[in-house]
């Protein structure tokens, strides 16, 4: 029976039909294992599911020599090296799509939480800060509906964030790799250069994969182009923006405020700057965090590895190439 590594428990029962066909371990406290923990823990595994969490190198892979399969709960790869699992034929798969509309949802709420200062409003009421009652100049926020919104990654959380962006009447600019001819035809979205939709956009949303040419693509310069009232929501990954730089502009106002769902470092030190501002609204990577959808992630991330370690194609291949040539 082919071993496997799990490297935390998941959501729902979709680890039982893992264990009817294999011989399973998995993680089993709440915290993510360590490098040297995987390592320790994989020497004779075939197959791994693993979480962002976890950094796959080439040196995990090397203490695992008889790997064939890595299924990730998770959209984004970049904490798997892709090309070496390429290179050394090992399948590896994902869970794209069922968290498409859940992740959008969340990048709307982080939207019109800041621009409509709820999370600043909640604290207000709470902590006895509304004195006044109703007040013509209390608690001012920016108009949503109507405005131009900036999409950086027209994959399909983008589409899905642009979909919901025709509900308020926005205009719709996008950057991404490639044009998206069905999404200009369907939403009206224009696609434009990433210079000219930070310099046009009210909101802009990141939602491109994090790759050597995302890596901080949002940086000082990219802040300075952005209109002083304008405002970034990140739910891509926290390595897209240069967060020093992103301090610095919340705290000059060269922007109006940010929506982060996702950091360089995770979890976000509690008295990280960012904490200390009030034109942030932060959410622990939530992105996903729908019960239906976690577990969804966990029924395809499991059968996916099942496929994988039976030969066939996973239902999210990120490297198909290693099947068909193989
Ligand atoms: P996707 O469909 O692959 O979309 C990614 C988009 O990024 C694509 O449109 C791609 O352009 C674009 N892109 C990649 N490299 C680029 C570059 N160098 N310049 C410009 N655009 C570039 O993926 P998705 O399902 O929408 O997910 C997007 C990302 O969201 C994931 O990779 C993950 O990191 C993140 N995510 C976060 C959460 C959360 O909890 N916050 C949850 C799920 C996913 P092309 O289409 O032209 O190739």
Same mark, same amino acid.
């Given at each position: 029976m082919a071993r496997v590594f799990v490297t935390r428990k998941l959501p729902g029962d979709a680890l039982d039909r893992l264990r009817a066909e294999f011989d399973v371990d998995v993680w089993g406290l709440d915290r993510p294992p360590s490098k040297a923990e995987i390592i320790e823990r994989i020497g004779d595994v075939e197959g791994l599911l693993c979480l962002l969490t976890e950094r796959i190198d080439r040196e995990v892979m090397d203490a695992a020599p008889r790997l064939r399969a890595i299924s990730s709960y998770s959209a984004g790869l970049d904490h798997? $090296? *892709?090309?070496?699992?390429?290179?050394?034929?090992?399948?590896? +798969?994902?869970?794209p799509g069922v968290l498409t509309e859940a992740v959008?949802?969340?990048?709307?709420?982080?939207l019109l939480s800041v621009a409509r200062r709820i999370v600043e409003a909640d604290r207000e009421v709470r902590g006895g800060g509304w004195r006044v009652g109703w007040h013509p100049t209390y608690m *001012?926020? +920016?108009?949503?509906?109507?405005r131009t919104i900036g999409i950086v990654g027209m994959g399909r959380i983008g589409t899905a964030v642009a979909r919901r962006a025709r509900g308020f009447n926005m205009r719709i600019l996008y950057y991404s790799r490639s044009r998206k001819p069905e999404v200009e035809r369907e939403l009206g979205a224009v696609f434009?250069?990433? $210079?000219?939709?930070?310099?046009e956009a009210d909101y802009v949303v990141l939602s491109v994969s994090l790759n050597r040419e995302t890596y901080r693509m949002i940086g000082e310069r990219e802040l300075r182009l952005m209109k002083p009232s304008a405002y970034l929501i990140n739910i891509s990954r926290g390595a897209v923006v240069d967060t020093e730089a992103l301090v610095k502009a919340l705290k000059e106002g060269w922007i109006a405020g940010a929506g982060l769902d996702v950091y360089e %470092?995770?979890?976000? @030190?509690?008295?990280?700057? *960012?904490?200390r501002l009030r034109n942030v609204v932060l959410t622990p990577h939530i992105g996903s965090a729908t019960r239906e959808v976690r577990?969804?992630? #966990? %029924?395809? #991330?499991? %059968?996916?590895?099942?496929? +994988?370690?039976?030969?066939?194609?996973?239902?999210?291949?990120?490297? @198909? %190439?290693?099947?068909? +040539?193989?």
């Open positions: 798997i $090296d *892709l090309e070496e699992a390429t290179r050394r034929g090992i399948i590896v +798969s994902y869970t959008a949802d969340l990048a709307w709420a982080l *001012l926020g +920016s108009n949503v509906y109507g434009v250069g990433l $210079d000219e939709l930070l310099k %470092e995770e979890p976000l @030190p509690k008295d990280h700057p *960012l904490t577990e969804r992630m #966990a %029924e395809i #991330a499991v %059968e996916n590895l099942v496929r +994988s370690l039976r030969g066939e194609m996973p239902l999210y291949p990120a490297n @198909p %190439e290693v099947l068909v +040539s193989g």
